[in-house]
């Protein structure tokens, strides 16, 4: 990712196609460690392709990726199943009570505001 990432920096530095060495000159200009494989494979795979055209086209595939909504189907569940609802509840305040009594160890005698 690292090395994507400053490819699209020479990109938008006005290098129309950036180099090997202009990839590296970017990388060890913030310390990081990359391999002369990754570079050259992105390289490759970029070679004579429109830079706006990849990010159309990466930009489609995203969209086509499901996200989230883990949420909304686990608190949906226990509606949809009919008698079992008290249970839920019951756990959620045991949670509760666990919660408060780790809050009041996290204290340790001292206020960070005094």
């Known amino acids: 990712m690292k090395v994507v990432a400053a490819f699209l920096l020479a990109v938008l530095s006005g290098k129309a196609s950036p180099t090997s060495a202009d990839i590296k000159d970017i990388l060890g ?28 086209a990466g930009r489609e595939k995203l969209a086509s990726v499901p996200s989230g909504g883990g949420g909304v189907a686990m608190s949906s569940a226990p509606s949809a199943g009919g008698g079992g609802g008290g249970a839920p509840a ?23 505001f005094e």
């Open 29 to 56: 200009s913030v310390g990081a460690e990359t391999e002369d494989s990754q570079i050259e494979l992105l390289l490759k795979e970029v070679k004579g392709k429109d830079l706006t055209e990849l990010i159309a």
């Open 90 to 112: 019951a756990e959620s305040k045991k949670e509760e009570k666990k919660e408060e009594k780790e809050e009041s160890d996290d204290d340790m005698g001292f206020s960070l």
